[in-house]
């Protein structure tokens, strides 16, 4: 059994792991909005990392388009009237490679940007809501006026478009009594619906489980009175035959349920079923064999539901302990393949499969397989007979949304290509191998090929002739010719084999987790660039440095140049501390040097005694083989790590509270504690979100002096809340670098 949290905490370490290693491609940490109505234009804030200078935008699927080729932290994207709904991907791309793409959702309904603020924002709907949960602590706020007997649906897609928030949505009446509340739906997104009682106002919030808040906590929130789709009961069709499935969600043809009928394309794996005015649509899988449902009773053998194969059968648990019994007669050595999907549809359900024979002898049992909560097997009979599949849910739970499908039929051998990366890149002059696994279903036994397709100008590709007993691996060599103008373009990885004269093309598939624990999506899009030479690389040392609070603090770096490279190398950091509790300065290793230095500052949020990480970059400028100049990078291994120290300079005020009185003077006492040399120091003063109030001449205190008389004076003429704080700022050197410490009073009404 794979449950969802510990996937998601293997993932995060798999990941953390991944990304100790130099970076050698740009990265999106987040789009926003991510996504925008079809017909209209949006400007979309890029945020990521491994970007010295401008990237190239490429968008996978047709009707979105970037106004521009290169971003700087900004796309305006177009998006077509007539574009489908749906994601596309986005990739950005420098001449050292490509970013894992990112979703950008094409909606139906009207969309807005939240306003940030601790007001509820008044909303209508229909419509989407694009936001941000940050700072930490952030709760989003949307006032609603409903009517007796309207029901909303409030969805929020936030894991499904890469973003780490597990939002949480709860809806207040105007009293501010919580009437609906919702965690998870289908995943870690929410989901909440309530059907009003009493008209009136009502807000909707929408915040982060553990109230964590960071600018890359992006969603897109939905709201709508109207149609709604949550699942299709069978969840699944026949190709090309005409079927009839029952809609469930809310605010349907019969309240929360619709009749649907349709004939699935015969190409298709899936189908879309889209009914007027509803928010959203929903994808089911389309199969081959004949689709039927399961029939209770069928809880034991004596009970067990027929089937001849190939068959589909369309069931749910709709009881706790609830077991679904199934029979079937083969004969000796016959396969027969068993596949359970259930979670893989967005379902709950953990199935566990069981075949057993005529005498009630176990032969197979399986839980997990091919790395999801389904069920897979491949089963021969031993002898002519009558067998039984089981079902039940690995914990026994029941519900009618505790649904499967299971299909059984003759195997179809098979090959499936995987890679583990859906961005490569190689070095002009240079060779690249790439390791593909190869996956051999159900007695797949032909001679085949492999190579890559749609590569870029100048890199040719080595081509695999493998036997049928080949290995589960290989590994593609491509190669790039000689002073080539740095060409990037999606490829694509391609097994061909011959089966009753006809030849069948198998492409390789990439599955890209943007999210710890959110279900991967695939793309046969791998994106592929020749990159220069770097000249240099950079190293820091392992050694925890000491350094203090609101401090900056110069950290080494050395550098390994290339014969006859002398350039400057500017030094920057990347990935801190996902606390933010380091913010590094810009940095540089002179011209011919092979030291230099960037500093570092930890902020006044960092605990005493803890550690703290960042890493860096190097950028350089090289000229291509065109003439053309191209910022490239290298990000050392390792992180540097500092430890934080007692402040250099603390600053406190006595009385920390006072009574003010507008248009009189206020006088406290400022002290300051030095625990080291240093020159003089200067003290300001501000009241945050109001700093015309104050009347504040600074203070500066030499070497020898520790405590000022700080005299303060509040104008007539500004309105303020009976409530406010007024913060002191010390600030000095040290070494040439800045040192500060902050101190609070607070002011009150009388």
């Not at 990392?49 to 700087?72: F, H, L, N, R």
């Not at 796309?75 to 709904?85: E, G, K, M, P, T």
């Not at 007695?443 to 590709?461: C, K, M, N, W, Y």
């Not at 279900?519 to 392992?542: N, Y």
Request: charged share 20%; proline share 7%.
């Amino acid at each position: 059994m794979i449950t969802r949290r510990s996937a998601f905490f293997v993932l995060a370490f798999a990941l953390s792991s991944a990304t100790s290693f130099a970076q050698t491609a740009p990265q999106i940490d987040y789009l926003f909005p991510a996504g925008g109505q079809r017909g209209s234009k949006v400007d979309v804030q890029l945020a990521g990392k491994y970007m010295p200078g401008p990237c190239g935008v490429w968008i996978d699927g047709s009707g979105v388009a970037s106004e521009t080729d290169t971003t700087e932290g900004r796309l305006r994207l177009s998006i077509d009237a007539d574009a489908v709904a749906g994601d596309r991907h986005v990739r950005i791309f420098s001449v050292q490679g490509g970013s894992t793409p990112r979703p950008f959702v094409v909606g139906e309904l009207p969309e807005t940007l939240e306003h940030p603020g601790e007001e509820a924002q008044p909303t209508s709907f229909p419509l989407t809501v694009n936001g941000q949960l940050t700072p930490q602590g952030d709760i989003d706020q949307f006032q609603l006026s409903l009517i007796v007997g309207q029901q909303i649906v409030c969805s929020v897609a936030a894991q499904t478009i890469g973003s780490s928030c597990d939002t949480t949505l709860r809806l207040l009446d105007s009293s501010g009594r919580i009437v609906a509340i919702n965690n998870d739906h289908r995943g870690l997104d929410a989901l909440l619906v309530y059907r009003c009682e009493t008209a009136g106002d009502f807000t909707l919030q929408l915040y982060n489980f553990d109230l964590s808040g960071r600018p890359e906590h992006v969603y897109r929130l939905t709201i709508t009175d109207g149609p709604y789709l949550d699942y299709a009961f069978p969840p699944g069709m026949r190709r090309g035959v005409e079927s009839t499935v029952t809609l469930h969600g809310w605010n349907l043809a019969n309240g929360n349920t619709a009749s649907y009928s349709t004939t699935p394309n015969a190409d298709n794996t899936s189908h879309e079923i889209t009914i007027s005015g509803a928010a959203n649509r929903l994808a089911v899988p389309v199969g081959d064999a004949p689709e039927h449902l399961e029939t209770e009773p069928n809880n034991d053998t004596e009970s067990a539901q027929l089937v001849t194969f190939p068959v589909t059968v369309n069931g749910r648990f709709a009881d706790a302990g609830d077991v679904d019994v199934f029979r079937f007669t083969a004969t000796k050595a016959q396969q027969l393949k068993l596949n359970v999907a259930a979670s893989t549809l967005g379902f709950a359900t953990d199935p566990v499969l069981t075949v057993s024979d005529d005498a009630g002898k176990i032969l197979k049992t399986i839980d997990d397989a091919d790395g999801s909560r389904d069920a897979s097997l491949l089963f021969t009979a031993p002898a002519d007979g009558d067998y039984f599949v089981t079902l039940k849910d690995v914990a026994a739970r029941g519900h009618v949304e505790f649904i499967y499908r299971l299909t059984m039929a003759k195997p179809k051998p098979d090959l499936h290509l995987t890679v583990k990366a859906s961005e490569f890149s190689l070095e002009s002059g240079a060779e690249l191998e790439v390791p593909i696994t190869l996956t051999k279903l159900d007695g797949f036994a032909e001679e085949f090929e492999v190579t890559a397709i749609d590569l870029p100008q100048g890199v040719t590709v080595e081509a695999q002739e493998l036997p049928a007993k080949s290995p589960a691996s290989v590994k593609l060599k491509l190669s790039a010719a000689n002073d080539l103008p740095f060409p990037a373009s999606p490829i694509r990885i391609v097994a061909r084999f011959n089966r009753s004269g006809k030849q069948i093309e198998r492409v390789a598939q990439a599955a890209v987790t943007l999210v710890p624990g959110a279900i991967p999506f695939h793309t046969e899009k791998l994106w592929l660039a020749v990159q220069p030479h770097i000249p240099f690389t950079l190293t820091t040392t392992p050694i925890i440095l000491e350094a203090h609070r609101m401090a900056a603090f110069r950290f080494p770096v050395t550098a390994t140049r290339d014969e006859g490279f002398t350039d400057p190398i500017r030094l920057l950091g990347v990935d801190p501390d996902s606390r933010g509790t380091v913010v590094p300065i810009t940095g540089q290793i002179d011209q011919g040097s092979l030291a230099g230095s960037i500093p570092l500052t930890i902020q006044k949020i960092a605990v005493e005694g803890t550690t703290h990480r960042c890493r860096v970059m190097g950028v350089v400028e090289i000229t291509g083989p065109s003439g053309n100049k191209y910022p490239v990078f290298h990000v050392a291994k390792g992180s540097m790590a500092m430890g934080c120290q007692p402040n250099l300079l603390t600053l406190s005020v006595e009385p920390g509270q006072v009574i003010r009185q507008a248009g009189g003077t206020i006088e406290v006492t400022g002290t300051l504690v030095r625990r080291t040399t240093m020159g003089d120091v200067t003290i300001s003063a501000t009241i945050p979100n109001h700093p015309a109030s104050l009347d504040f001449k600074p203070i500066t205190l030499s070497a020898d002096q520790s405590q000022t008389r700080l005299k303060l004076r509040l104008r007539e003429d500004v309105p303020l809340p009976p409530r406010m704080n007024v913060q002191f700022r010390a600030e000095a050197t040290r070494d040439g670098l800045p040192v500060s410490a902050i101190a609070t009073l607070q002011l009150v009404a009388p």
